[in-house]
């Protein structure tokens, strides 16, 4: 396992989208690399220029000092001045307070004055496993969601029929467009054919048959590899978003705090 220390200013990942505490750039079991770059050029600025495990959280707008600006709150990054129209996640953002970063080892602690304390910690938990854990403590409020992105490449294989996702319940949701190339199963989500380049999937809701939420736990497999992902808060929803070199499940957990309130998870992760 290969992590990024944060840095501000030269790091791997310089984006304004996702937390920017312990970046992976590869995890390598068995042989495999279970994440490495899937994207075909790389710029530390691009949005998703991450690889791995890869958390964002949801933007709290704080009104800027006039009509034509606007700051966002952006956990694991800091605040970032907006503008004038509203906040997209795909555009690049100037950061007007980063906060403070501590490192200790694997445990990654972002101070932003006023507002939060939030700490992300990685661990290894036995010879094929690994825990994220993660503590949200609120100065002032904070409402929103964070989801895991889960960039996982499985080795240089692509996206097809041996790309397996599985659910321990039935799974539905609402496809983007009507695709001949995947599919809800009775236990999970299966390719019909490869993804080609250029080409992609897309499902935002997908839950447990017949209920609103659903367990944090899902696997990932191609061929005799695979990984299991397992968390100890129930999530609202979870996203597919698939192209050719990855198919990624977004399990997505709600955050409402108080000042004074923090809100903790963890998220285990099994090699296979």
Known sequence: MKLELHHPLDGYYQGTRFD??????????NGVEFCGEWFEK??????DAVLGPAEEFSPSVIPGPDRESHIVLKPGVG??????????RFKLYRIVDPGTWEVDGMRFRHRLEGFYTYTKEISVTSGNSF???????????????????????????????SRLIDFPFRPEGTWRAQYDS??????GIRFARKLREGESVYTGNIHEAGKTGM????????????????????????????????ACLEPYNRIELAPGESFSWTIEYTLI
Not at 42 to 47: D, I, N
Not at 216 to 244: C, F, Q, R
């Open 215 to 246: 367990p944090y736990d899902m696997v990932i497999s191609e061929g005799n590899i695979g990984i299991h992902i397992k968390g100890d808060v129930p999530v609202t929803k979870t996203v597919l978003w698939a192209n050719h070199r990855i």
């Open 131 to 161: 825990r994220i854990s993660h503590c949200y403590e609120a100065i002032a409020p904070y409402s929103g969601e964070v989801y895991n992105h889960n960039f996982f490449t499985l080795g240089k294989f692509e996206t097809g029929p």
């Open 182 to 187: 995947v599919a809800f199963t009775p236990g």
């Open 79 to 88: 605040l970032l001045d907006i503008g004038p129209e509203p906040y997209d």
């Open 42 to 47: 790389y710029s530390p600025t691009m949005h």
């Open 20 to 29: 920017r505490s312990g970046v992976f750039r590869s995890l390598v079991f």
